[in-house]
Nanobody, 122 residues
Framework: QVLLVESGGGLVQAGGSLRLSCAASGRTFGSYAMGWFRQAPGKEREFVAAISWSGGSTDYADSVKGRFTISRDKFKNTVYLQMNSLKPEDTAVYYC???????????????WGQGTQVTVSS
């Protein structure tokens, strides 16, 4: 089990940028694949991005490709989501997820953080 704490959310104008962070506890952070999901009001939680334990593999939802970048810092036990060219439709609560399996993370299963709110104004 890994404990995840997200931060970095906030209010930003359309076209702006934010960087979300997800700090993980536990000595085995380097063994976990990590990912980001989001949930907008009245909608189901959806996949945003994932990164393998090594950082060598990443995956993105089509809606964020070219705008968002996922990365990880093993020394800081932290995964990041750099979000550029933000749109009002990116408004959602963003959640961090972790699991040993990359596929499991992409499928939306594993250990979850509490979420951080991102609001993009038009």
């Amino acid at each position: 089990q890994v404990l995840l704490v997200e931060s970095g959310g906030g209010l930003v104008q359309a076209g702006g940028s934010l960087r979300l962070s997800c700090a993980a506890s536990g000595r085995t952070f380097g063994s976990y694949a990590m990912g980001w999901f989001r949930q907008a009001p009245g909608k189901e939680r959806e996949f945003v991005a994932a990164i393998s334990w090594s950082g060598g593999s990443t995956d993105y939802a089509d809606s964020v490709k070219g705008r968002f970048t996922i990365s990880r810092d093993k020394f800081k036990n932290t995964v990041y989501l750099q979000m550029n060219s933000l749109k009002p439709e990116d408004t959602a609560v963003y959640y961090c997820v972790a699991d040993i399996s990359f596929r499991t993370v992409v499928a939306g299963e594993g250990s979850w953080g509490q979420g951080t709110q991102v609001t993009v104004s038009s």
